[in-house]
């Protein structure tokens, strides 16, 4: 009887030893991709690259959003700045809106003068994978590989993991401008929400699809 609970008792505390481990690794995971995301948000890797990519945000009966004009302007100020011949527009439409994201970033660069040659668009993305997957469809088969992420500095670790793993190389430069302001509480909230969207990009590379990320 003895034997038998000195067995049990063994097990637990090894089962026990195992949890802690596993609790304590878990910590320091999410610790390190906070920081990593933290880090990247806080670098502006602007330089030369075959296309400038805007990802998108909310619109509103075709007028930017704050977030979305922050993010339109700047790569508007980089294109001017001659870094990129192409601006690339992902954002698709919600029920109910007259245009898309894409469409509403259009009309915003053209009426700055930015001639439509020179922008190339998708209006299917309504999440960041599936907006990535239209720029890879939109800029591979062209030869486009090498880009640059424009986004809020806490997307923007996501976004390039995601641009990899398409076969781009990336780059990230955040939109100085957004009202989701550095070290603010809202970019504090998205930041720990990008840690899960990390996580689920990380499991898309297995086979495991997590949807809306």
Known sequence: MRLHRSVWGEAWRWLLTG????AIAAVVIVGMLWLAIR????????????????L????????????????????????????????FLTGGRSRGDQCSEAEAE???????????DAIWFEEQGTDTWSSMQGVASGLLPAGVDDILIVSDGFHLFRAKMMARDLGFTAWGSPAPGSPITPGGQAEQYY????VGGVMAQFLRRFGIDIRGS
């Open 56 to 87: 998108g945000a909310a619109q509103y009966n075709c007028a930017l959003s704050p977030v979305l004009e922050a993010r339109t302007q700047h790569a508007l100020n980089l294109w001017n700045q001659g870094l990129a011949p192409v601006i």
């Open 39 to 54: 880090t990247q948000a806080q670098t502006d890797q602007a330089r030369p690259a075959d296309a400038i990519v805007i």
């Open 19 to 22: 949890a802690l481990f596993a």
């Open 191 to 194: 930041m720990v929400r990008e």
């Open 106 to 116: 259009w009309q915003y660069l053209v009426d700055r003068g930015v001639p439509s």
